[in-house]
């Protein structure tokens, strides 16, 4: 268990919230060094995500199904137009509002970091068989939906 930090007190390493966190630092750290090798970041990939999964949307409906703070997706959407990976277009039917859509390229760009997510799982979980895999899956994602039902 050293590589679990020896620095630790043995009962901390042994916590299931300190393994958690552990482990969730070094996955912020091997999806970050993903999407920079992208030149991207979290934010980029969600809303390239949701704009391929969903279809074009409004700033505020992309940051609401996000769950990115209104000025960080502003932000977000300014970096990826200026690559040209999305368009922003005034709202036929709301002129105050922006549509914003994919490119050709964001959409290959979404599949790109979509590659690069499913490799930082594969590395991330490499120790697991592939049931252990779905089963933590199933796990984490029982835990989640505890704790952010409204």
């Known amino acids: 268990m050293e590589s679990t930090g020896p620095q630790s007190p ?11 966190n552990q482990t969730a630092s070094h996955a912020a750290r091997l999806i970050g060094e993903g999407f920079a090798a992208h030149g991207l970041r979290g934010y980029h990939y969600r809303l390239l995500a949701a ?17 990115i703070d209104r000025s960080d997706v502003v932000a977000a959407i300014n970096d990826l137009a200026g690559r040209g990976l999305v368009v922003r277009a005034p709202d036929p039917a709301d002129r105050r509002r922006n549509v914003i859509s994919l490119t050709d390229a964001g959409s290959d760009e979404a599949d790109r970091m979509g590659e690069t997510v499913e490799r ?13 895999r779905d ?6 994602t029982r835990l989640l939906d505890h704790h952010t039902r409204h």
């Open 135 to 140: 089963q933590l899956t199933r796990l984490l």
């Open 120 to 132: 930082v799982q594969r590395d991330l979980l490499a120790p697991l068989s592939t049931d252990e």
């Open 51 to 67: 704009l391929a999964e969903g279809g074009p949307a409004s700033q505020a409906d992309l940051g609401r199904r996000c769950g």
């Open 10 to 20: 043995a009962g901390l390493r042994t916590t299931p919230s300190w393994l958690l």
